[in-house]
């Protein structure tokens, strides 16, 4: 008898995470653009943890309680009374290593909140500085997976999706995917994966134009590049963690 796949969604929006059950699925937030790379990228530098919180008020209360770095955006800037932002260039190994940082940005800090009120089985943060940590994780739990795109303010966006076509494509055979969002992220990927940086401009991106706008697009390249800061954040206990395998 064959034995059955563990089933993979995905999710292109936080508007529609109440259509997937997810209490016995491993929630995987994308937000590209740029909260999961910081997070990434902060705990390869040697961060202790990263404590997500949803609202700006909650990050500097946070932060005044706990020896901590508080740092958060909303829409592409650095938040009203907050000192850092959410730029993964800010979190280098000799200004993080050893620290806290408690984080709030406008989309993805938000899903993950939203994914644990609704009783997710487990979850993690996933980016393309990340890419190979989230496959290898996957293909390890034999788990349900939904990939939840973080989108900007609940409407879908390319980068997202893209890095959601770039998992399914590595992960697909160990999975049963009968997702037509899936199969949409994946054919998106296929289509940009030999320039991601081009395809994105080419296509007008949303978020790509707000943050090019702030001079941001070393950031956007440095985000839309595979494993340069391959470790597993993982939820456990109101912090992200690096995930001891």
């Known amino acids: 008898m064959a034995i059955s796949k563990p089933l993979l969604h995905t999710c292109l929006s936080p508007a529609l995470l109440n259509l997937y059950d997810v209490s016995n699925a491993v929630v995987v937030i994308i937000d590209v653009f740029r909260a999961t790379s910081t997070i990434a990228t902060a705990l390869y530098n040697g961060a202790k943890c990263v404590i997500p919180v949803d609202s700006v008020a909650k990050c500097i209360a946070l932060g005044k309680k706990i020896e901590s770095i508080s740092a958060g955006e909303r829409d592409g800037k650095i938040a ?14 000799e200004f993080i290593a050893g620290k806290t940082l408690v984080l709030t940005t406008t989309n993805g800090t938000k899903l993950l909140h939203m994914a644990l009120d609704k009783g997710a089985g487990s979850i993690i943060t996933g980016s393309f500085p990340n890419l190979g940590a989230v496959c290898d994780y996957l293909l390890s739990q034999n788990q349900n997976v939904l990939l939840g795109c973080a989108a900007w303010k609940d409407k879908v966006n390319i980068e997202d999706m893209l890095f959601a076509g770039a998992v399914i494509n590595r992960v697909k055979n160990n ?8 199969q949409i992220a994946e054919t998106i990927y296929n289509d940009a994966n030999e320039n991601l940086f081009e395809f994105i401009k080419q296509k007008n991106a949303s978020h790509y134009l707000r943050l090019s706008n ?26 992200l963690l690096v995930h001891k395998k």
């Open 80 to 93: 009203e009374g907050l000192k850092y932002g959410n730029s993964p260039f800010e979190y280098p190994k």
């Open 175 to 182: 999975f049963s995917i009968n997702c037509d969002s899936s």
């Open 214 to 239: 702030y001079g941001l697009e070393k950031d956007i390249q440095y985000c839309l590049t595979a494993d340069v800061a391959n470790v597993l954040p993982f939820y456990e206990d109101g912090k």
